[in-house]
Structures are given as structure tokens and as C-alpha cells.
């Protein structure tokens, strides 16, 4: 699967222009004609401009090379002895090629082109032909792949409904910084990481973070929920089958990129067998076809279930999590980090404003105050939810509504949540260690342990 650059200008047959360039520079490309003039000329105008060219002298060759490696592309002569070129291509496609291929041919009558139409050629270049007819060729090519695939996962993010997650990390509590500074550490890495954390702490937002940290940020981030989909689509929609997964699949489509594997404890027993494989081979067999194709994918995980327990009940594979759970990063929830309520909170405000059109609300400090003392069981999601109910209700809902404003103050209610509230804010800087938040307050440990102990911490 290629790289993602942006798609370039359609070109004439004018010089390869900058756009053209940058596409070219992704792409691998296997070259297969029998004739050697004709290998070395491709292999001299695509080699310098390319990522990586070879060249077969014949079918028996190029099949072997493609067993071994990956490329986006074949330029393939119809005309070379034993087989011709389209039918070694459509033997390929059964056994298992999700490349794109053009044709060479000197002669192209309709039934040439009508055999090759159905055995996916995505051109035809006519012998002879100038260095720029078949740069330009390739090119178009690729840009075609390029859309076909944005179009596919775009199209596959709308029907999962995962827009709502897409956003940046908000929060500067030292838990989050503290994650914060984890990715950076992990997103050079191509190892897979596991998210873990209560339900809408943010896992699917610092997988995304990563990525965009990552080398491949400017290719796909593809999260898959593994509990919306059913136990019997799960394994044609990643590894590819019939239907709208597509013969060729998720994994594939988002090779060079990212792909998120939420909820993974829904994984059924079978997938995570061939998942393992998968992960530990960098090869997938897309849709059972016969041939294995490289793959070049980084996978993420995340779960809020408890795997441990998962695996003692054999709903888990444990050579899966041994080889999913090298680096984890677990999430905090929301109230152990009530420093960051009110920054989000105004995100949320800012943002649902804009999209609902309604004039913001102002979240005054008893408001704060009061969310500040929630526990919040759904953590940033439940918040979220909650600010966009409170625009189009026009209000924040009693029971978090600023009690001073409307009854006209409750100082000792009022005290006790600032109070509250420091000594939280301090905790959380201390890393959640009492004996030092108590020597910075100037208290007793002893009185640090009677208010968690009261509030529930
Ligand atoms: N730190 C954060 N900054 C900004 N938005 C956040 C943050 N954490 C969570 N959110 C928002 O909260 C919602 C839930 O986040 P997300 O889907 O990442 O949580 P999750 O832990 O993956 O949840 P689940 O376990 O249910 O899949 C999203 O709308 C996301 O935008």
C-alpha cells in the first residue's frame, strides 16, 4: 500500500511538475517486460524519481518478487513469451495482488482493452512511448489509488460515527502532561501500545495524539471499535472478504498509517489468532487470498475492561496481550484530575456554541465548583455530553446550577469546595502522594486522609 501524499495536478505530457514529483517519490514500482532495453529505460526514468524500482525479465520472476515485497505499482508488457502479460495479471489477482498495474502494449485493440479493463489495469501506455507518458501514467495512477482509499476510510469514520473523538488533548494537570510527555516518548517507536482507562477518558483522543506525533502522521489513523461490529463481519472488515469491508479490507487500507483496536477484549477468539499472526509476521493474507502480502501498519490498542481478567475466563488470548501490552499508557479518570474541568468545560462551550449556533453559556466558579465535587462515572465524554445538553437547554442543569447566584450565596458550602478543590489540585501535583501534598499544605497526613476518605478519593 502506498504512502499518502497529496494528490497531484493531471498532467499532459509536459515535464513532471513539483506535484507530480511528490507523488512519484512514495511509490514502488515493479517493472516486468522481457525486452532488457525496455527494463533499463523504465528503470532509468522511474528509478531516480521513485522510492524503490525493480525489474523481472519475466512472469516466473515478478510472481517471486511479489511474494517477497510489497509495491504499489506494476508496469507490466502484455506481449512476453510463455504467458501474456494480462493473463499472468489475472492470475495474479486470484492468488492475491491489491496493486495497481499499467500496461505496455504496441497494439491495443478493444478486446485487449476490454480483457484488461476486467483484470483491473488502470492504464494502458502505448510502444513507443516518451520518459513523460509513462511519469505522468504513473502518477495519475497513484493519485487515483490515493482518492479511492481516502474516499474508503473516509466513508468507513462517517458510517462508525467516530468524528465526536477527533480533537487534541486538552489539560494541563500533571497527569496529563504526564501522558503527554509518554507519547512523545512512544510516537517515534513502531511498537503497538495499549490505552487503558475507564470509559471517555480520552483513549481514542491520546491514540490520535500519538499518532500525530508519529512519523505517520500525515498517513491514515484508523480506529476500529471491536463492540460495534458484529462477532461474524469482524474478521472481513480487517483482514478483508467479500462485501462492504471491501475483498481487500481495513488493515491494508490503512498500511503505512495507524490503526486503533478499541475495545479489544471484543475481539472473538479467531481474529485475535490471526491478529497475532498479523502483528508478529508484518503480512496479511487479505480476504484468505492464497498469497501473504507485506504489511507496514502500527497498531494501538485500547480497552476498559479488565484484560487480566479477560484472559483468566479464556475470552482473552495471552500471547496476544503479552505481545499488545509492551508499552501501556493508562488514563486517568476524570475526577482525579479536576484541575483540567474547567479548561475542557470552555472547549466544550466554545465549541458546541459554534456548531448548535446558540450564544455560549458562562460558566461561573460556583458552576466550576460544583463540577469540580461530581464524580463523573463517563469522565471528558459524560462532560461533553453534558455541556451541549446545558446550550440547547439554555441552561446548566440544577443540580450542577450555581447554588450562590440563585439563593444568594452559601458561604460554608462554598468553602468547603474550594477547600476541596485545593487540596484535590495539590494531590494531583504531588502525583497523588499524600505525605507530600500534606507537607505543602502545612497539614497532618492525617487530616490529608480523613477528607479523601470523605470525599470518596
Ligand atoms: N483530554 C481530552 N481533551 C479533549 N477532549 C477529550 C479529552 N478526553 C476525552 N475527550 C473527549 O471525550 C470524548 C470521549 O473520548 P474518547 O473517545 O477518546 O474516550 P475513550 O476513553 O476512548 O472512551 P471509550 O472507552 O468509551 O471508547 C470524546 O468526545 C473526546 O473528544
Known amino acids: ?99 495497481e498495474a499499467i500496461l505496455m502494449t504496441a497494439y491495443a485493440d478493444l478486446e485487449t482493452a476490454i480483457h484488461a479493463l476486467r483484470v483491473g489495469a488502470a492504464d494502458f501506455v502505448l510502444k513507443p512511448f516518451r520518459s513523460n507518458q509513462i511519469l505522468n501514467a504513473v502518477a495519475r495512477c497513484m493519485d487515483q489509488r490515493y482518492l479511492r482509499r481516502e474516499n474508503f476510510l473516509l466513508k468507513y469514520e462517517l458510517r462508525t460515527d467516530r468524528m465526536a473523538a477527533q480533537g487534541r488533548l486538552i489539560g494541563r494537570s500533571p497527569r496529563i502532561e504526564a501522558i503527554r510527555k509518554t507519547l512523545e516518548r512512544l510516537a517515534p517507536l513502531p511498537t503497538p501500545v495499549l490505552f487503558t482507562g475507564e470509559s471517555g477518558t480520552g483513549k481514542e483522543i491520546a491514540a490520535r495524539t ?18 460495534a461490529t458484529s462477532p461474524d463481519r469482524m474478521a472481513a472488515e480487517l483482514f478483508g472478504g467479500d462485501g462492504a469491508a471491501g475483498r481487500d479490507g481495513l488493515l491494508l487500507n490503512a498500511s503505512g498509517g495507524v490503526m486503533l483496536l478499541d475495545e479489544v477484549t471484543e475481539l472473538p477468539l479467531p481474529v485475535q489468532a490471526t491478529l497475532l499472526r498479523v502483528i508478529e509476521d508484518n503480512r496479511i493474507r487479505p480476504g484468505a487470498s492464497e498469497r501473504e502480502v507485506p504489511l507496514n501498519l502500527r497498531f494501538l490498542f485500547a480497552t476498559n475492561a479488565d484484560l487480566e481478567k479477560a484472559m483468566e475466563q479464556g475470552r482473552f488470548r495471552r500471547d496476544l496481550f503479552h505481545r499488545i501490552n509492551v508499552l501501556r499508557v493508562e488514563m486517568p479518570p476524570l475526577r482525579e484530575r479536576v484541575g483540567d474541568i474547567a479548561e475542557l468545560a470552555e472547549l466544550f462551550v466554545g465549541k458546541f456554541a459554534r456548531q448548535l449556533g446558540v450564544p455560549p453559556l458562562k460558566l461561573s466558579e460556583g458552576v466550576l465548583l460544583n463540577f469540580a465535587r461530581y464524580r463523573w462515572p463517563g469522565n471528558v465524554r459524560e462532560l461533553r455530553n453534558l455541556i451541549e445538553r446545558s446550550l440547547i437547554l439554555g441552561e446548566i442543569p440544577p443540580e450542577f446550577a450555581d447554588d450562590g447566584e440563585r439563593a444568594g450565596g452559601e458561604p460554608t458550602e462554598s468553602l468547603h469546595a474550594v477547600e476541596r478543590q485545593h487540596i484535590l489540585s495539590v494531590l494531583e501535583a504531588c502525583g497523588g502522594n499524600r505525605a507530600e501534598a500534606a507537607r505543602r499544605l502545612g497539614v497532618s497526613r492525617k487530616t490529608i486522609d480523613r477528607k479523601c476518605a470523605m470525599w470518596n478519593v
Open 1 to 99: 500500500m502506498p504512502e499518502e501524499p497529496t494528490p497531484s495536478r493531471q498532467g499532459g505530457d509536459d515535464a513532471p511538475s513539483g506535484g507530480i514529483g511528490r507523488v512519484l517519490q512514495h511509490v514502488s514500482v515493479l517493472v516486468v517486460d522481457d525486452e532488457p532495453g525496455m527494463r533499463n529505460f523504465l528503470v532509468r526514468t522511474l528509478g531516480p524519481r521513485c522510492r524503490r524500482v525493480e525489474a523481472a525479465g519475466s512472469a516466473e520472476e515478478a510472481s517471486r518478487l511479489l511474494d517477497v515485497h510489497h509495491f504499489d505499482l506494476v508496469v507490466l508488457d502484455n506481449v512476453m513469451p510463455g504467458q501474456s502479460g494480462l493473463d499472468w495479471l489475472a492470475e495474479q489477482r486470484r492468488v492475491g495482488f491489491f496493486a
Open 210 to 227: 500519538l499518532h500525530a506525533m508519529s512519523d505517520r502522521a500525515d498517513k491514515p489513523f484508523v480506529p476500529f471499535n471491536c463492540a
